[in-house]
């Protein structure tokens, strides 16, 4: 058995210093070596994961009524423009905010435009405290039908 693990020992050492003599040999292979290295890394990094992609099925249009149901529990929050706003109090957030409604809202989709791959849709508010109210959600709170 000591045998076996000498014998693949040696076979690896000279497949290795055979590479190594190669390289030496021929400094164009060093530059092709670093180019299939550098392209596999490209392609797993372009490639890889996957599962935090977010899937928005809704198919909505403009004039469409539809209902505000945040997928997570909770509140659909309407701001003045389309993007993502932050977590914290802060004022700039606040001055991006129209309202905030309940699951189960209704509204009228007047418009939808995607920002940093992320759908968004602009909505007339039909009924609740906000009603009347024109502002941006993601996609993903809007739900189509009545």
């Known amino acids: 058995m000591s045998e076996d693990k000498q014998t693949t020992g040696a076979a690896a050492g000279n497949a290795a210093k055979q590479l190594f003599e190669t ?16 392209a596999g890394s ?14 928005v099925k809704t198919t909505v249009s403009s004039g469409q009524t539809i209902t505000l149901e945040n997928p997570n529990g909770g509140l659909s929050h309407l701001t ?9 109090d802060s004022e700039e957030d606040k001055d991006q905010s129209v309202c905030t409604v309940a699951a189960g809202t209704k509204g009228t989709v007047e418009e939808e435009q995607v920002v940093g791959l992320l ?28």
């Open 23 to 38: 390289l030496k040999a021929n400094p164009k292979a060093i530059y092709i070596l670093i180019g299939i290295i550098a």
């Open 42 to 55: 490209l392609t797993m990094a372009l490639t890889g994961g996957g599962s935090g992609r977010v899937q």
């Open 80 to 88: 003045i423009t389309p993007g993502l706003v932050s977590a914290s």
């Open 119 to 146: 759908p968004f849709v602009k909505v007339k508010i039909a009924d609740g405290p906000c009603q009347g109210n024109t502002g941006w959600t993601s996609k993903i709170n809007v739900k189509s039908g009545q």
